[in-house]
């Protein structure tokens, strides 16, 4: 991904951010930019995936799901290619994922956001985390638990761009650009201590010397 390409990105994170942040709560919002839609389709996918887990876990499991997939695409972006951009992106998604889940929980008792199938929770059988927090006699902390996922997904979404602007516009990125640079620069350092690959040779050396400085000490010491 071009420095071009990843600074448009993070423009768009900027602006969403910024949006979300300003309409916690509001379906309008929070439901209205395109992530919400990917969002959606990983909770839908969800439900599917962890129903053999029983009744708690199907209905949980759209909420876990997505939040699920950007921390499995961060560690795979860290383990595949130690990409700290893409890793940082991942948790603003997460914290995007976030202001949906906590917009979802705020609204267990309350009932009135407008669902996938269409109508509200009230109009039709209520939804995931109106069962979810009746389950767990917890239905009454829905305004509370809400708002904490929400801060906790607003955080993670500052944390997220902010890392990633911070990666884009280090010194070292710049560099990148010309990758082969750093890349061969690299090479040269890395391939220096291998040649002494006797790497046992530039230890021992080291020891041997020590040792035999040591024995004149430990015998002054006595002395
Ligand atoms: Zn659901």
């Not at 759209?62 to 383990?79: E, H, K, M, S």
């Not at 209520?126 to 638990?145: F, P, Q, S, V």
């Not at 070292?172 to 040779?201: N, W």
Request: proline share 5%; hydrophobic share 45%; glycine share 12%.
């Amino acid at each position: 991904m071009s420095r071009a390409a990843k600074a448009a990105l993070l423009v768009l994170l900027a602006w969403w951010t910024w949006r979300l942040l300003t309409h916690p709560f509001q379906q309008d919002v929070v439901g209205g930019i395109f992530m919400h839609r990917v969002d959606l389709m990983f909770h839908e996918a969800g439900h599917l995936l962890w129903s053999p887990f029983g009744e708690f876990m199907t209905m949980f499991g759209g909420t876990l799901n997505q939040c699920l997939v950007p921390i499995v695409c961060a560690i795979a972006f860290y383990r595949g290619s130690r990409d700290l951009f893409a890793v940082s992106v991942m948790g603003w998604w997460l914290g995007e994922n976030l202001q949906d889940v906590g917009m979802y929980i705020n609204d267990a008792r309350d009932l009135q956001l407008q669902l996938l199938g269409g109508g509200t929770g009230a109009e039709i059988e209520g939804h995931d985390w109106e069962h979810l927090l009746t389950m767990m006699h917890a239905i009454t902390l829905d305004h509370r638990i809400g708002h904490v996922v929400q801060t906790a997904g607003a955080v993670l979404m500052i944390a997220g761009l902010g890392a990633a602007i911070f990666l884009l516009a280090r010194p070292q990125d710049r560099g990148q650009a010309g990758g082969t640079r750093t890349a061969g620069t690299r090479t040269t350092e890395s391939a220096r201590p291998l040649p002494p690959r006797a790497g046992t040779s530039t230890i021992a050396p080291r020891r041997a010397p020590e040792h035999r400085t040591a024995a004149p000490t430990g015998q002054q010491s006595p002395t």
